[in-house]
């Protein structure tokens, strides 16, 4: 386990939060375990005074207990909410929640810290499915109605931790979600998102959901819409959306097909092993195994598409871009799986 304490303002008495601590990080099984006391003593006498308001009172039920700590004005009291919010959500029921504890979740979207949003968008896939299953018909229009809104919301966020927790609860969400409302739920929110065009923040996690939902999407969405924002991002002013793009084809490549990747893709990803900005072309080499196993050439006549992509950055003129090509050359070669694609100057 692990601790933090600290001073109740105002007050001498003290709060210790006991929590348990995984290899990842913090883990929440169930609740903290608050304890206010340890009476500080000053010139050997011990100083009285009343309880602090982050005390829980034990005879609470779950639904009070939910209300309290998510409407607290403490910061740590309304992450214990959040980290407690699916359990809550079983315990007290569909009705319940959607009444009491969905309000409370659409204040928290917007919560000055940013632990607390960081934590609440990692919950919203395990809420999806606590919804969905509770009601299939009004759970499932609750998900669409509330919970896509905040990841929408929280996908423009400034601090990074947010950011990247929304990309990866709109994957998670896409999956509940019917084919049929994919395309408008959360398509055109990827979309919009690529065409932020004064915030790059905004273009380098539209490029990650371009990777990340292509399986969910499927091939069409892919053909039609994926990969051509791909595409175009990879042309984005930018270096570091480059980057993000050279780091992000491999998933599209699986889903749109050999046809795309070699007449459509693959000369985007050309542009980028040439790119200007070292860190582009780097990235680009630390993604050519996996586009190299995405693309399976059927015809052993046929040239190997890659392989002057790997002598381009075999011999890069960054020493940083030579040793990553030259990490993975050994991967790529393997990917190839038919020893006839395989070139003897490999």
Known sequence: SSHFGSNCEG???????TFLVGPSGPLWPGRFMFMVGGVRKSQGKSQSGSKESVEVDENLSELERGRHLGAS???????VFVNEL?????????????????PLVRQLASDPEILVRQSLVAHFGDLAGFLIQSNPEKGYQKVVDDLLPLVSFLLTEKASEVRQGAADALVTLASHLRPGDRGDQVLMTVIALSHSNEDEDARSTAVQLLNGLAETLG???CRQFLGVELIALCEDPSFRVRKAAAMNFVEVARVVGDDFVLNRLLPAY??????????VRKAAAESLVGLASAFQVESSQEPEPFVPLVHTLLNDRSGGVRHVARQRLGYVLASFENPARVPAGL
């Not at 004005?73 to 992450?79: E, G």
């Not at 959500?89 to 969905?102: N, Q």
């Not at 050309?270 to 860190?279: F, I």
Request: hydrophobic content about 40%; overall charge negative; proline content about 0%.
């Open 73 to 79: 004005k403490l910061s740590l009291q309304r992450l």
């Open 219 to 221: 091939k069409d969405l």
């Open 86 to 102: 699916v359990d809550c959500a079983h315990a007290i029921g569909y009705e319940s929640t959607v009444t009491h504890l969905l």
């Open 270 to 279: 050309r542009d980028l092993v040439r790119d200007g900005h070292w860190e």
């Open 11 to 17: 007050s001498d008495r003290w709060v210790l939060a």
